[in-house]
């Protein structure tokens, strides 16, 4: 089974500010990897897939980046609405795997 | 467009099976180009992939699960469903059904479940 470990666990930013969230996986997962974004009492929500795909209706301040192992979600500048907990996701091997999360508060 | 419900008993005893459905709308569950899946997540806790199948009914299943789990399709009611059995506290969670493509997610709003006497 793939380990997908995030960091940093928590991330304190203000509106504006860059955000960078980290995955790194415990054995390639060439570049399938997704990241999801979760608020309190929603399902999780698609942001990229394959790395460094935005998904239909996602706005271009997030981006992916990374291959093999390392993976970088970037969120340009922060939106009010963009504070919740972000997970990654490997599709390369079975079965799917989700890193542990990052929650991104408001400082 | 696709939409996902997840429905079944929101209260499962120890010791017995938890049984959900997820019914599909707005596409076939027969199609190709998904793979369905149900994931968990425990209160306060974070995701927890539980198996997927195909629409070949090939199914994958998370192997620490996996003497426990079955995930099966009925294509004629346009639904997938999990069992799960000899459930303990440990299973209480938030239970997901979800589509997935080479390029979308779809997942249901989540149902929670809670295991206790």
């Known amino acids: 089974e793939i380990v997908l470990t995030q960091s940093p666990a928590t991330l304190s930013l203000s509106p504006g500010e860059r955000a960078t969230l980290s995955c790194r996986a415990s054995?390639?997962?060439?570049?399938?990897l997704a990241w999801y974004q979760q608020k309190p009492g929603q399902a999780p929500r698609l942001l990229i897939y394959d790395a460094s795909n935005r998904a239909t209706g996602i706005p271009a301040r997030f981006s992916g980046s990374g291959s093999g192992t390392d993976f970088t979600l970037t969120i340009s500048s922060l939106e009010p609405e963009d504070f919740a907990v972000y997970y990654c996701?490997?599709?390369?091997?079975?079965?799917?795997?989700f890193g542990q999360g990052t929650r991104l508060e408001i400082k | 467009q696709l939409q996902l419900q997840e429905s079944g008993p929101g209260l499962v005893k120890p010791s017995e099976t938890l049984s959900l459905t997820c019914t599909v709308s707005g596409g076939s569950i027969s199609s190709s180009s998904y793979y369905w899946g149900w994931i968990r997540q425990p209160p306060g806790k974070g995701l927890e992939w539980i198996g997927s199948?195909?629409?070949?009914?090939?199914?994958y299943y998370n192997p620490s699960l996996k003497s426990r789990v079955t995930i099966s399709v009925d294509t004629s009611k346009n639904q997938f469903s999990l069992k799960l059995s000899s459930v303990t506290a440990a299973d209480t969670a938030v239970y997901y059904c979800?589509?997935?493509?080479?390029?979308?997610?779809?997942w249901g709003q989540g149902t929670l479940v809670t295991v206790s006497s």
């Open positions: 996701q490997q599709r390369s091997n079975w079965p799917d795997t």
């Open positions: 199948i195909y629409y070949s009914g090939s199914t």
């Open positions: 054995q390639s997962v060439s570049s399938y």
């Open positions: 979800a589509s997935f493509d080479s390029s979308s997610s779809v």
